[in-house]
Structure formats: C-alpha cells, structure tokens
C-alpha cells in the first residue's frame, strides 16, 4: 500500500499546515532552517508526494511532538494533522 500523498493540493495543504505548526511550536528552529516560506511549503509538499519516508518522518515527528508536549493546543493541532495525513493517504 502507498503511504505518500498523491494529490498536489492535498499534500500542498499539509505543508503549509506544518508550516504554520513548525512557526508557532517550534519557532527557533524554523527561523534557523527557512528563509523562503513559499519555498519551503512547495519543497515539502513535493517531498510528501514523492518519498514515504519523508512522510513517515512527518508522522514521527508529529507523534514525539504529542507525547512530549504539554501544551493543549499544539497537541490539539499535531494531531488535527496526523489524522488529516490518514484521511488523506486511504483515499491514495
């Protein structure tokens, strides 16, 4: 079973969704490694179309985020985006 994204929109949407996760939960770290925004989202989106790995990566990450963070809303909005990823990768 393919676990990437097959849809440009659908894995545009999840980049810019992780964007906006990486500024507001992990803002240093973001601010080191993207310069270019728009860049950056379309990068990623054609990494979550092209390499389960790097999907898988994603996961993992939004997963350690969950079980290490104490903040509500930012586990509230990792999971929003794992479950998105799910939805998105069954109907692939």
Do not use: P, W
């Amino acid at each position: 079973m393919k676990t990437a994204i097959n849809n440009y929109e659908n894995a545009l949407e999840i980049s810019n969704e992780l964007n906006e996760f990486a500024k507001d939960f992990d803002t240093y770290e973001h601010m080191d490694c993207v310069d270019d925004e728009r860049e950056e989202v379309m990068n990623v989106a054609k990494k979550l179309m092209n390499s389960e790995i790097f999907l898988e990566g994603i996961k993992n990450y939004l997963n350690e985020f969950i079980e290490d963070d104490n903040e509500e809303e930012g586990t509230k909005r990792a999971e929003k985006i794992l479950q998105k990823i799910e939805i998105i990768t069954k109907m692939s």
